[in-house]
């Protein structure tokens, strides 16, 4: 019995003085970058990792993560940090920022375009903020199955509302955030009075009551992936959804869907780092690489996101140009999410959008 | 010691009284007893006892003022809250904005804000970036200028609640109530109001649930029970089978099977039960949340009631029938009673399970079939309001405990065979 224990013992020592070994080893390596996973993290796996992997030999582990700032506040909180560099929303960037838990960045760092342009000018404004480093244009828009409407097609966003006109489903993400936007623009407030009218009680109600007529015709989704699965099984018609996903879509795997630019939302996203994330070194000679001009040109091939260097612009091919949501006809009537609105009232309008949706 | 009187304690070999010797070994004994158990014990306290504890004392915890705005903080606490505090109060939380702004502390005093006194979180900040960079030490009437809210009796008393270091608002907020203005307690506005009802409707949907789960359960275990072992045995495994697979992958067969372009509704139209364009709502609503639960937790209640069933004679029931009860009537009288405390411990596993499970609902459940533990995931993931997450959590724990204690008087925990 006791002999048995020691051994026990001695091997509990010796497996746990070889993974003490291995991990920091490991670590000093890899890099682990955290992203949302799906056709968006297959993008920067082939347009960041694998050419960085390539020339500078270090390994890229890739995590998924559906959003939002709370495993990042507990890695900190807890002092072990694991993730390297994480892609944000622009409201996760600012709020986590604010909130001390992510690194500050210095964009001096950053490299010029290859005319010379210093990266503070070449990307777009708003794109770099105090602890993050901007990498794409994104955007919610909405898009049906074709082959439910062969008649009349949706064309604007006040026929998302119009389930008269165009009957069947829709799918909506369960989220305050773009539908109520969208309420209103389709209840016809002007593009750039949709946030300041949202600012009103009066016109939180007023967005409540346009998403009451067709509240039981929505099915709601969480996850990006889920739109174009959901209008592929024919679960719905008409569904908001990720640019990017519908072009993967509609594109990669030829399903009959059509994307309505109309009141369209545009969002960034952004590199960020954990504060007191390790391997600092390395994760920012990951940044400067991956927000180089080609590289984000080079990501366009895989999903029809924008780059946020206008130097970039020219290098997309040109068969992915019109998909992007920073193109000109595309862009006519779209809409900036509106970060900061958001983070002032998002915990009272997630909570009413609980309750609406509850009852 | 040595000698011994008549009528004397009893001595052992080594002359020590028989009784002290005895309790000697037994303590040794116990002591052995308990250091085997003691890895078992200390893992309990720190996975289990210790992680509770923190959940409920986060629920009241309030230290973000007093941690960041330490000075302030305490003014405000000394403050009567009557009006607007002094200008010392003003000048102070000016000055700490400013230091707690330039070493990024002053986000988590603008998101505890916004809990309580929505809109106020870029107030905070943007006062604080302003501050932080004026070249002078700032002033109230620098706070003043910034914005007029400064000014407003309301937002200083919302401060000074928030200054003390324990709170009730987290738990207030959970059963949809909030303080107002001058510090009474009243009900949320209505439009906001959501957990009360929450908590309703996960209690019964977890009662639904363990007694669909009884009604399913009691047949098969039944068979289980009565079958030659041969058959059972394949019985067995069709129970436990899908007890073996991946949640996952037996939700997403329920929607497969269950949404409106799913095998039964096309089954249905195809039979011409229903119209093409009458296709039912099976999925991603309550019925979708009931029907997936019932499915998952089905062995928890089949697997009690059988090794209960498996242990009550045949011979009682034939007993029964020859003295001239009907099958009904000895199924009733003589069967049923045995079978109560497997049927007590299936419904205690089923329902405190069904109570608190989460993944189901939320794949399932669509817009009226999510259960409080989806909102208490919402804001541990998303929202970050930890606090309130703890105190629904809270509230959830004191719910289970109390339905416990009844279920103890009503049924007795004793009274319960888990095999």
Redesign the interface.
């Known amino acids: 019995m006791n002999r048995m224990m020691k051994y026990t013992g001695a091997a509990v020592v010796a497996l746990s003085a070889a993974a003490y070994a291995a991990g920091p080893a490991a670590a000093a390596d890899a890099l682990t970058v955290v992203s949302w996973g799906g056709a968006y993290t297959k993008s920067q796996v082939e347009a960041y990792h694998k050419p960085y992997t390539a020339k500078t030999g270090t390994k890229i582990n890739s995590e998924d993560y559906n959003g939002g700032l709370a495993q990042v506040r507990a890695q900190v909180e807890a002092g072990n940090v694991t993730w390297n560099l994480v892609d944000v929303e622009l409201s996760d960037a600012v709020r986590g920022c604010d909130e001390g838990i992510l690194e500050p960045i210095d964009h001096s760092i950053l490299p010029a375009a290859p005319d010379g342009t210093a990266a503070a000018d070449d990307f777009l404004p708003n794109t770099l903020t105090e602890c993050s480093v901007g990498t794409i244009v994104w955007s919610t828009v909405f898009a049906f199955d074709a082959s439910k409407y062969p008649d009349a097609k949706p064309t604007e966003i006040a026929d998302l509302f119009d389930t008269e006109k165009f009957p069947g489903k829709r799918g909506l993400r369960k989220n305050p955030k773009v539908n109520l936007e969208w309420a209103l623009m389709a209840d016809g407030v002007p593009l750039e009075q949709v946030y300041e009218v949202l600012g009103t009680p009066e016109g939180v109600d007023r967005a409540f009551a346009k998403l009451d007529t067709i509240k039981d015709d929505v099915i709601w989704w969480e996850a990006g992936a889920q739109p174009p699965q959901m209008l592929a099984d024919g679960e719905v018609s008409i569904a908001s959804a990720y640019n990017g996903r519908l072009f993967n879509a509609i594109f990669t795997e030829k399903k009959p869907f059509e994307i309505i630019w109309d009141g369209q939302v545009w969002d960034l996203d952004l590199w960020v780092i954990p504060k007191g994330a390790k391997n600092m070194e390395a994760t920012l000679d990951f940044v400067k690489f991956s927000t180089d001009t080609q590289r984000l040109a080079d990501q366009s091939k895989w999903i029809s996101y924008g780059p946020v260097r206008q130097s970039s612009f020219p290098l997309v091919a040109d068969d992915v140009k019109p998909h992007m949501p920073t193109a000109p006809e595309n862009f006519k009537a779209a809409l900036q999410n509106d970060f900061e609105f958001w983070a002032d009232n998002a915990d009272e309008l997630n909570e009413r959008f609980a309750a609406w949706l509850a009852k | 010691m040595a000698q011994v009187e008549a009528g004397g304690p009893m001595l052992d070999a080594a002359g020590v009284p028989l009784k002290v010797s005895l309790a000697r070994a037994e303590r040794r004994n116990r002591m052995r007893a308990l250091g085997l158990v003691l890895p078992l014990l200390a893992f309990i306290l720190i996975t289990f006892v210790y992680p509770i504890a923190l959940m409920v004392f986060r629920g009241v915890d309030n230290p973000t003022v007093s941690e960041f705005l330490p000075e302030t903080a305490e003014m405000l606490r000394a403050w009567d809250g009557e009006g607007l505090p002094e200008d010392a109060v003003f000048a102070s939380m000016a000055r700490e904005f400013a230091k707690a702004s330039k ?6 005093v ?2 505890r804000l ?2 309580e006194l ?5 107030l905070v ?1 943007k006062s604080g970036r302003n501050l932080r960079r004026l070249k002078t030490e700032p002033t109230k009437a620098d706070l003043v200028a910034l914005d007029k809210r400064w000014n407003q009796p309301e937002t200083w008393s919302v401060l000074k609640r928030l200054a003390e270091p324990y709170t009730l608002s987290y738990y207030l907020a959970a059963i949809d109530k909030t303080y107002n203005v001058d510090g009474a307690i009243v009900d949320q506005p209505e ?4 957990y009360v ?2 908590f309703l409707r996960t209690l019964w949907v977890s009662l639904l649930i363990t007694a669909l789960c009884v009604l399913l359960a009691y047949p098969i275990a039944y068979l289980m029970a009565i079958l030659p072992t041969k058959t059972s045995n394949l019985l067995m495994i069709l129970v436990l089978l899908p007890f073996w697979t991946s949640l996952l992958v037996r939700t997403s067969s329920w929607i497969v099977l269950l ?3 799913g095998v039964l509704n096309d089954i249905l139209v195809w039979t011409g039960i229903i119209g093409d364009d009458g296709r039912i709502q099976m999925i ?1 609503n309550m019925t979708g949340t009931v029907v997936a639960m019932v499915h998952i937790l089905l062995p928890f209640m089949v697997l009690p009631l059988f090794s209960v069933m498996k242990t009550i004679s045949p011979t009682y029931m034939r007993a029964a029938k020859s003295l001239g009860a009907t099958p009904a009537r000895a199924f009733w009288t003589v069967y049923f009673p045995q079978t109560v405390p497997g049927i007590g411990a299936g419904s205690i596993l089923v329902f405190i399970l069904a109570i608190g499970y989460y993944i189901t609902p ?1 794949l399932v459940g ?3 079939g ?1 259960l409080i533990s989806n ?1 208490i995931a ?1 804001h ?6 930890w606090g309130l997450a703890a105190a629904l959590g809270g509230i959830l724990l004191a719910g289970v405990l109390a339905l416990y204690w009844i279920y103890n008087r009503l049924v007795g925990i004793d009274n319960m065979k888990l095999g």
């Open positions: 070493e990024r502390t002053l986000g988590k603008a998101t916004n809990y929505s809109g106020s979180r870029s900040t439009s906001r109001q959501i009802a929450l949404q409106t372009e991603y939320a669509g817009r009226t999510q909102f919402y541990m993931q998303q929202s970050l309001n």
